[in-house]
């Protein structure tokens, strides 16, 4: 069983202060997912990430893909109220497989 | 556009009543994907249809029964529920099944589901 294990798992902070969450594995993925769920709402893509090193940017958000595939980073510059939500890391290992792995969530709140 | 709908968002039945959930996707994907989401968790996988054909069940109980009539359309029929299948309920769609690589799921906003 292929394991993501995704820290922390609760953050609280202020408005404009910097985060980062991170996603690890034992096992190398083809790719790996970055989603962002609100309450009651089902999980928005934000990036895919596929190649080892990859380091992909959207607004305040950057995301970086290790370069053994094995990991990656979810940094958000200035964090806003409206950023708060469920962010979730899910891998893709490939060939036949159809399962996602999800990692167990990191809960932001972001403090106006 | 990457869109996955589903109907209906909210859904309220007793443990007798016979409901189903609907989803469409219009992406031309071949693999469509049942989840189910407790508060704060990440989803768990129900099902996956790959081209129209059942490719995993994840022992799920025989009350839930998947359906997919065509390419674009993912049924979950539901009977005899219990409580605790109270959940939301995801639907979820990929270009191809099992190509790795970019594969990306991309989600529906959920059906949330009440059991009384």
């Known amino acids: 069983t292929q394991l993501l294990e995704q820290s922390p798992q609760f953050l609280s902070i202020q408005e404009g202060e910097n985060l980062t969450v991170y996603c690890n594995s034992s096992?190398?993925?083809?790719?790996l997912q970055w989603y962002r769920q609100e309450p009651g709402e089902g999980p928005v893509l934000l990036v895919t990430v596929v190649t080892g090193g990859e380091v992909k940017k959207l607004k305040r958000l950057t995301f970086q893909f290790g370069d053994a595939r094995k990991d990656s980073s979810l940094h958000i510059t200035a964090a806003q109220p409206g950023d708060t939500g469920l962010y979730l890391c899910?891998?893709?290992?490939?060939?036949?497989?159809?399962?996602?792995?999800f990692g167990k969530g990191t809960l932001l709140t972001v403090n106006p | 556009d990457t869109e996955v709908t589903q109907t209906p968002k909210h859904l309220v039945m007793g443990m007798t009543n016979k409901k189903s959930l609907k989803c469409e996707q219009h992406?031309?994907?071949?693999?469509m994907y049942w989840y189910k989401q407790k508060a704060k968790k990440p989803p768990e996988l129900m099902f996956v249809?790959?081209?129209?054909?059942?490719?995993i069940n994840e022992s799920v109980p025989s009350r839930f029964s998947p359906e997919c009539p065509n390419s674009s359309l993912l049924n979950l029929h539901l009977h005899a529920l219990q409580p605790e299948d109270s959940a939301l309920y995801l639907c979820?769609?990929?270009?191809?099944?099992?190509?790795?690589?970019?594969?990306?799921?991309?989600f529906g906003e959920g059906s949330w589901l009440t059991v009384v």
């Open positions: 992406m031309g994907h071949r693999a």
């Open positions: 979820a769609s990929s270009r191809k099944p099992g190509q790795g690589a970019g594969n990306t799921i991309y």
């Open positions: 096992s190398v993925f083809s790719s």
């Open positions: 899910a891998a893709n290992s490939g060939g036949s497989n159809y399962k996602l792995t």
């Open positions: 249809y790959s081209y129209e054909k059942l490719s």
